[in-house]
């Protein structure tokens, strides 16, 4: 897709309501979103979203929202939002690597508490906390993305989509307020600790059970080994069915998990993200904005790392079709990588059930990560550090693409497409 404003835009996924693309800005190079919502604004809400914004403009400081940069209208006189771009979102950490250790699932809840204090204070609600607006920056410091109302009554969502994460009121009859965003937060608690959603779909069962599951309020309680019983209840008091169960508000959230938390480190002013193996992930503490307690915390996920350089393709939205295997377009990075840079993915061995991959490049120290395109399914993306060789688990009656991307950070760098068993790879 072109845009005139934004030039080249690479889709990214498709949300309850809106569509994510991805793209380069021109001037600066940097790379940002654009979520292009499926109508245009009248005066009224665009009024109304601007002082929204402005309003939003205030949790800025804290570090754990993301906020709009500025709203468009495209030339087809769609609304579009634009905004920074992350590297990952929760759903996709945990994919792809599990669920979070305890103690980055409790910093994960303090930095989203802290905003979600922040807000309630300033008279704001977010109206749609999910995993899925859990987003990682490059450094690995969570935000919260898609703040506010003015979009969601413009362009309501549809309730059967993702209502595996949603309160019970607000599937009942569209109530989206502080104590939904509480239920929201617990979800995503829920997701990072177990891996999977509150309500989660049973194998037969259907279309409308989880809508129903929903609707009753019980939430399997979660099950862990060493899970602190202080974590699990306030999860479960924050998923309770009755709003009026759910903890008072978000400040007392956060007291409660910095209770289960401990005192932690410092943060420095820099942080530095040193190698680490990609299950490792590590809470950090800062001073915080929000009240009632003087601290903010940082969630920091080597896993994410590297991606950020990657996102604009590791997490596209891609149509595979049985014959044309769809993989993502070369990168664009914000300055041109030097000549010498390359990546070289040698011929795949199929073992039926696995393929081994081996791949080489001109310039050393790179972290990669292997794009997987199956036939007529998404892409997904399997992030492997420093390692030059992978083995990738297939499908015996599948075809399948493959690309292999580096990135030292600044540049990224993308190997031609390699196929088996007689698939066309399409770039």
């Known amino acids: 897709m072109v845009d005139t404003e934004h030039g080249e835009l690479v889709p990214l996924g498709e949300g309850p309501v809106a569509r994510v693309l991805a793209g380069v800005d021109g001037t600066t190079g940097e790379a940002f979103a654009l979520k292009v919502y499926p109508g245009k604004l009248d005066r009224r809400t665009r009024a109304e979203l601007d002082e929204e914004l402005r309003a939003l403009a205030g949790l800025r400081e804290l570090g754990t929202a993301l906020v709009p940069d500025e709203v468009r209208e495209l030339a087809d006189g769609r609304c579009g939002i634009r905004m920074e771009l992350c590297a990952q979102s929760l759903p996709e950490l945990v994919s792809a690597f599990g669920p979070l250790s305890i ?125 602190p019983a202080g974590l699990a209840a306030l999860v479960s008091s924050l998923l309770a069915g009755n709003p009026a169960a759910r903890p008072i508000d978000a400040a007392l959230v956060l007291t409660r998990l910095g209770a289960l938390t401990g005192p932690g480190d410092p943060v420095p002013s820099e942080v530095v993200f040193p190698p680490r193996p990609p299950r490792e992930l590590v809470a950090a503490y800062g001073p915080a904005t929000a009240a009632p307690r003087k601290r903010r915390t940082v969630l920091t996920v080597a896993a994410v790392a590297v991606a950020a350089a990657l996102a604009v393709v590791a997490v596209a939205a891609l149509t595979n079709r049985p014959e044309e295997l769809s993989v993502p377009p070369a990168p664009v990075p914000a300055k041109a990588p030097p000549v010498a840079a390359q990546v070289e993915l040698a011929t795949p061995a199929d073992h039926d059930t696995y393929v081994d991959l081996s791949w080489r490049s001109s310039t050393p120290g790179l972290d990669y990560a292997v794009v997987v395109a199956p036939e007529g399914r998404p892409n997904h993306v399997e992030y492997v550090r420093r390692e030059t060789s992978h083995r990738v688990t297939v499908e015996p009656s599948l075809k399948y693409c493959f690309v292999v991307q580096g990135t030292d950070g600044p540049t990224t760098v993308q190997s031609g497409p390699q196929g088996i068993r007689d698939a066309r790879c399409k770039q």
């Open 103 to 227: 103690a980055d699932a409790l910093a994960l809840g303090e930095a989203l508490a802290s905003t979600l204090a922040e807000a309630h204070q300033a008279g704001l609600v977010h109206g749609g906390v999910t995993p899925g607006n859990v987003l990682f920056r490059q450094t690995g410091a969570p935000v919260l993305a898609d703040f506010g109302l003015t979009l969601r009554q413009a362009f309501p969502r549809d309730l059967e989509r993702g209502v595996e994460h949603l309160a019970p009121e607000t599937v009942r009859d569209g109530t989206l307020d502080e104590r939904t965003d509480l239920h929201g937060l617990g979800a995503v608690l829920y997701l990072a600790l177990s891996g999977r959603p509150p309500h989660e779909s049973r194998p037969g069962e259907p279309a409308d059970a989880v809508t129903l599951r929903v609707l009753g309020g019980d939430v399997p309680p979660l099950d862990r080994p060493g899970l």
